[in-house]
């Protein structure tokens, strides 16, 4: 299709897994993330599946940088059409073995670079009234757990300003969209380089799903992005909807099972790509050590996609419900 578009956090995981997912289109495709090993294969990977690929070595918490690595995709590939905000980092650890200047870094990248990142793109794409801004966010953004709350607090702060974004588009009717991606556990490197002090290897909390999964609702998001937000997985909504109608009751199980289930039996890596990337000499790929245990399909991801199918054939089992009722009368 020719579309520009930015991923940041376009080395490793869901960034990547976008990236040749936009590249599989004909996209031109701006990678910006920190490892250059990394950055590099990611480049062959976009080039292999069709697409046009810029790498950019940019810290997204530093708005400068970020906002230097727009112009010059604007310069060299076009007008950006959709930014893709992927990148992150996060400690693994109680909140009281988390320092203040970890805490802060985890803020200044999860967070913020989400607010740098977006700022840079409103400020070519509002002027042309034209572009779309997705968030790549997590159930984390509704529901904190134990062991990540830099992460979660993060993702909370993603959502709150997405939703101020989005009602201030709105009041001025501008044809720039954003929307929000709510991702559910996946199978990506963060679980091998995140900064941890757990006793053994981070997991995520099953059921865990591989990043193309979650690449494929990046990609549809951005294509579809009237909707507010989109929940990818049945993990996402059955989280969501406990925590809206028994947070405190999810409190108590996540304190007694949240622990454990975050920890393989594995021995932990220690790469640590909060200060540094973790794939500046080493290339991790798009998907983490659980491949085993991951699932390519989320028919949650379907039903979302196909709402009026759905709706139909939940109407369609009712009124056959009510007739078979009616005819044993």
């Given at each position: ?24 289109r004909g996209a031109k495709v701006a990678l910006l993330a920190r490892g250059e090993t990394g950055l590099a ?257 989320s028919y949650q991801v379907w039903a979302s996609r196909h709402r009026g199918v759905v709706g139909a054939l ?16």
């Amino acid at each position: 299709m020719g579309q520009v578009v930015v991923v940041t956090g376009a080395s490793g995981g869901i960034g990547r897994a976008s990236a040749v997912a936009f590249a599989r289109r004909g996209a031109k495709v701006a990678l910006l993330a920190r490892g250059e090993t990394g950055l590099a294969a990611a480049v062959q990977e976009v080039e292999r599946a069709g697409g046009t690929a810029l790498p950019i070595e940019v810290d997204v918490a530093d708005h400068e940088q970020v906002d230097l690595a727009a112009g010059q995709v604007e310069r060299e590939l076009g007008p950006i059409d959709v930014w893709v905000n992927v990148a992150f980092s996060s400690v693994f650890a109680p909140f009281l073995e988390i320092e203040p200047e970890e805490f802060q870094r985890t803020t200044d990248v999860t967070y913020l670079g989400y607010v740098y990142g977006t700022r840079a793109a409103l400020d070519r794409m509002k002027p042309r009234d034209h572009g779309t801004i997705v968030q790549v966010g997590s159930a984390l953004a509704y529901r904190g757990i134990p062991l990540q709350s830099a992460y979660c607090g993060a993702k909370h702060a993603i959502q709150g300003f997405h939703e101020s974004l989005r009602c201030e588009l709105l009041h001025d009717k501008s044809n720039v969209r954003v929307t929000m991606v709510q991702m559910p556990a996946v199978n990506t490197p963060q679980f091998s380089w995140v900064l941890s002090r757990l006793p053994k290897h981070p997991q995520p909390v099953p059921p865990i799903y591989q990043p193309e999964v979650a690449a494929d609702a990046v990609v549809y998001a951005a294509d579809h992005p009237r909707r507010r937000e989109y929940w990818v997985g049945a993990s996402t909504a059955a989280t969501l909807i406990a925590n809206k109608f028994a947070a405190g009751l999810l409190d108590r199980y996540l304190a007694r099972t949240g622990y454990k289930s975050q920890q393989s039996d594995a021995p932990a890596e220690k790469p640590a790509n909060l200060w540094a990337p973790a794939d500046e000499d080493r290339d991790y790929g798009a998907h983490g050590v659980f491949d085993d245990r991951s699932t390519n399909r989320s028919y949650q991801v379907w039903a979302s996609r196909h709402r009026g199918v759905v709706g139909a054939l939940a109407a369609g089992a009712a009124a056959a419900t009510v007739y078979l009722a009616r005819s044993q009368r």
